[in-house]
């Protein structure tokens, strides 16, 4: 039961995290009955996966530059070590 907008690739991550944020706020509420609840959290899911994949793809992307040994520029991959994000 995919959602249609994450069928398009043009779906941007920002729109991506304010609906993935209204389905925290909507499940945090715990009104909602069993079966909404869980299309909501499928939704989620799939948010989720779509956000991770996007910056997966921005990462590999980002480069930094930084002086070497001898004072000189030099390109550099980007690279967040994931135990920095936790």
């Given amino acids: ?6 069928k398009k690739p043009d779906l ?3 729109d991506a ?15 909602a009955p069993l079966e909404k609840s869980l299309d909501l959290y499928k ?3 799939e948010l989720t ?8 793809e921005a990462q590999g992307i980002v480069r930094i ?3 070497n ?3 000189e520029l030099q390109e ?5 070590d994931e135990r920095e994000l936790r």
Avoid: H, P
């Avoid at 039961?1 to 994450?6: F, H, I, K, T, Y």
């Avoid at 925290?24 to 715990?30: A, D, F, P, R």
């Fill in 65 to 67: 530059l930084s002086r």
């Fill in 69 to 71: 040994l001898n004072g």
């Fill in 12 to 14: 941007a991550f920002e």
């Fill in 1 to 6: 039961m995919e959602n249609e907008a994450l």
């Fill in 49 to 56: 996966n779509l956000c991770n994949k996007q910056l997966t």
């Fill in 43 to 45: 939704r989620g899911v």
């Fill in 76 to 80: 550099m991959e980007f690279n967040i």
């Fill in 17 to 31: 995290i304010k609906e993935l944020e209204k389905i925290v706020q909507e499940l945090e509420k715990g009104d």
